[in-house]
Structures are given as structure tokens and as C-alpha cells.
């Protein structure tokens, strides 16, 4: 048995060391987050703070995999899809990315980590709690010599990944919000991860880099909590979301288990497609109408609202490692509707609690 807890300490290490050092280089080089000079709409700080969370993230990570992981053409894949994404957000530190630009590129990445390997191959049936391979609807296309095998596995997996990527950034606007429910989130993954491993020991790798994601995110929460010190940046929040898509599919394709510790995320990102779309706005520019941003209007510190988001994540993550696939389905509609009624709640009251106009009649 591979020593998890070490493995997961060296990583928390290993990434709360790098942090200011990377700190230090976005200092150096300008990667740096100023509102008077950058505006967003969605951000929720004030003063100048160093970006490029998502480069100490990828440094502690990959670290780790290559010292732990056998360097299949999968892990390779993985590991070249985070280069990426981590390259295209330094870009997004120094100077913003078109959104169009990042999720070509986020649609890219999934389509190569896809070619490697990382497909569904099947889903669990919700009603009887069997399987429904999905080989059945694969199609092979032959270029030249070369036949490629294209099918519904890729699909879905390349839907999920980008899919996934999105929502976790859109929830990453608070100090210490992200890191904490995605570290939850690859723990979870990473325990059921480990319980199915003992049936098919080949597939404990998964494990070690779902630890791996933990020990990461972990190390980076101090730096990023309240008071920040660092942002994740374009690159630490897609990351983040890649990585938790790909233990998803990985830890034998328990997507129901990531859909359900990723409640909140999840949710908000159908409530902001649906707003944005009503509104006629493009989906993939920002606003200032996520959740933590309606919990800040009502007067909910920092802290407050990254707990909130930690101990919902944890909550979930219990529920979904006690469950099973059918529960799972009813446990996440009964999320669905208490936290929709949630998000009612609290834009009812957004609205409520501003200042009205004086009456001129």
C-alpha cells in the first residue's frame, strides 16, 4: 500500500513553499491584479495582489507526478493538458485573454487528455445501479493508415472536462473559496478512488493523484485565504476544474459522486447560464451575479462565505461516499431544490435590501 498520508503532506509541503515564490515572480513580472487599472466585474478585492496562483498549483502538482506516477502516455496526456492551461493562464495574469480565446483552448486540452485515455467508458444507471457501457456507439474513422475510434466515451468526456473547467472558476471569486471546496472535492473522489482500487489495483494511481490534488490545493489555502495573498488567477481556477473532471471519469466514471460534492458550483453555473442567456448575454462573460456576490450584498464577510462553501462541499462529500448511484440521483434533486430555494432566498432579499430611490411624486 502506497503511504497516502505521506504522500498528501509532502504535497501540501511542497506547494505552501512555492507559493511565495511564486508570489515573488508575479510581482516581478507584472502578473499582478490592480482594479484601478484592470477592471472585472466580478471581483470582489481591492488593492494590488499578485496572480498566477495557477503556476505554484501546476510546480507542486506535476512535481509530484512525475515522481510518483508511472509516465504513461494517460498521465503524459494529463500532464501536457496542464501545461497548457497553465500557460494560457499566465497569459490571462498579464494581460486578459479574450473568453472565447480560453475556451477554445479549454476545448482543445479536453479533446488531447480525451485522445489519451481519459473517456467514459460507462455510466451507472441510476434506477437499477447497473452499468450502461457506452463502446456500444463508438465509430472508427480511418484517415490514410490510421484509424481513429471516435464515439459517445469521448464525447461526454470532452463535454464534462470543459464543462467542469467553467463552473469551478465562475466559483472562485471570495479569498480562500475555491481551494478549500476543490480540496475537499479531490478528497472524496480520492477515498472512493481508493475503495474501488482494491478490485483493480492497476487503477491506485488514480488514487495517488487525487491525493496529489488534495495535498495542492491545501498547501495554496493559506496563501489565498482572508487576507489574500496570492489570486489562483485564470489558471489555478481552470485547473482545478480540470483536474477534479478528470478524477471524476477516472475513479470508475463516478461523475454522479463529482456532481453531487460539487452541488453548489454546479448549480450556480445553470442559474448563471440561464440568467445570462435571459438577459441575451453572451454565457462566458463575467457578471457580478454568482452566489458569493449576492451572500457579499447581504453582508456576509469573506470567510463567512468560503466556510459556507467548504462545509456545504464536505457535507455532500459524505453523503455521496454513503449513498448509492440510485440515492445519489435522489440526493442530488433534494440539493437541487434546497439550494434553489437558497438562491431564491438570497435574491429576494439582495434585491430587498437595496436602497430605494426617493419617491419625486
Do not use: E
Not at 37 to 50: D, E, L, S
Not at 281 to 296: E, F, N, T, W
Amino acid at each position: 500500500m502506497i503511504p497516502f498520508l505521506p504522500l498528501l503532506l509532502t504535497t501540501v509541503i511542497l506547494t505552501l513553499g512555492l507559493t511565495p515564490l511564486v508570489i515573488i515572480f508575479a510581482k516581478r513580472f507584472g502578473l499582478v491584479d490592480d482594479p484601478k487599472h484592470r477592471y472585472h466585474p466580478a471581483h470582489t478585492h481591492k488593492g494590488i495582489i499578485p496572480r498566477a496562483g495557477g503556476l505554484a498549483l501546476f510546480l507542486g502538482i506535476a512535481t509530484m507526478m512525475v515522481a510518483t506516477l508511472p509516465m504513461t502516455i494517460q498521465v503524459v496526456g494529463i500532464i501536457a493538458g496542464s501545461i497548457i492551461l497553465t500557460a494560457v493562464g499566465l497569459m490571462d495574469d498579464k494581460r486578459d485573454v479574450s473568453p472565447y480565446l480560453r475556451l477554445i483552448t479549454n476545448i482543445i486540452v479536453a479533446i488531447l487528455v480525451v485522445s489519451t485515455g481519459s473517456a467514459i467508458p460507462f455510466i451507472t444507471n441510476p434506477l437499477t445501479g447497473g452499468v450502461l457501457p457506452l463502446s456500444a456507439w463508438n465509430w472508427t474513422i480511418t484517415i490514410g493508415s490510421i484509424d481513429i475510434i471516435v464515439g459517445l466515451p469521448h464525447v461526454l468526456a470532452v463535454l464534462w472536462i470543459v464543462w467542469t473547467m467553467n463552473i469551478i472558476g465562475w466559483s472562485a471569486g471570495v479569498d480562500g473559496q475555491m481551494p478549500g471546496y476543490v480540496a475537499i472535492s479531490a478528497f472524496v473522489l480520492g477515498l472512493l478512488s481508493l475503495r474501488y482500487s482494491l478490485l483493480d489495483p492497476n487503477q491506485i494511481w488514480v488514487t495517488v493523484l487525487a491525493f496529489i490534488i488534495t495535498g495542492a490545493f491545501l498547501g495554496f489555502l493559506p496563501w489565498n485565504f482572508y487576507p489574500q495573498r496570492i489570486m489562483p488567477g485564470y489558471g489555478g481556477k481552470t485547473l482545478a476544474g480540470y483536474f477534479l473532471a478528470l478524477l471524476g471519469i477516472l475513479s470508475f466514471a463516478k461523475l454522479g459522486t463529482a456532481l453531487l460534492v460539487l452541488g453548489i458550483p454546479m448549480l450556480d453555473a445553470v442559474a448563471t447560464l440561464i440568467r445570462r442567456i435571459g438577459m441575451r448575454k453572451s454565457p462566458v462573460l463575467a457578471d457580478r451575479g454568482h452566489l458569493h456576490h449576492r451572500l457579499l450584498d447581504l453582508g456576509w464577510s469573506k470567510p463567512r462565505i468560503a466556510l459556507f462553501y467548504w462545509g456545504v462541499s464536505a457535507i455532500l462529500g459524505l453523503v455521496s461516499l454513503t449513498v448509492t448511484s440510485t440515492l445519489k440521483v435522489f440526493t442530488f434533486i433534494a440539493v437541487a431544490v434546497a439550494l434553489t430555494m437558497f438562491f431564491v432566498w438570497v435574491s429576494f432579499f439582495t434585491q430587498f435590501s437595496k436602497q430605494r430611490d426617493h419617491d419625486s411624486g
